[in-house]
């Protein structure tokens, strides 16, 4: 039974940008802090950002602050990521993840996933 569902990945170059996005079932969307994790080739799973259920609380890696841009639509249950001025360093497989009854923080910080997307590859080429 698919909880979450990533769509968007893909090539792009260096500079450029790419959308992200996850959809969950209602169960989980309506209690859950949501967020987005990466693994590159042969390293660990990575935070990249979270956001709150209310989607008024942003939380950022330093490595993607000021580039990427998480956001949420509660009515379409459907969590989005802004890649901009994407980096050769940015490529991975990008899993949504959802905590229910999380914070940003936990999620951010604490790294709790009660539910995990399949990933969606991004490559960046230089």
């Known amino acids: 039974q698919v909880q979450l569902e990533e769509f968007g990945g893909g090539l792009v170059q260096a500079g450029g940008s790419l959308t992200l996005s996850c959809t969950a079932s209602g169960r989980i969307f309506s209690n859950s802090a949501l967020g987005w994790f990466r693994q590159a080739p042969g390293k660990e799973r990575e935070f990249v950002a979270s956001i709150s259920l209310s989607g008024f609380s942003p939380y950022y890696a330093a490595s993607v602050k000021g580039r990427f841009k998480i956001s949420r639509d509660n009515a379409r249950n459907m969590m989005e990521l802004q890649m901009n001025s994407v980096k050769p360093e940015d490529t991975g497989v990008y899993y949504c993840?959802?905590?229910?009854?999380?914070?940003?923080?936990?999620?951010?910080?604490?790294?709790?996933?009660?539910?995990w997307g399949q990933g969606t590859q991004v490559t960046v080429s230089s």
């Open positions: 993840g959802a905590h229910q009854g999380g914070t940003i923080y936990t999620i951010g910080l604490g790294g709790r996933v009660d539910y």
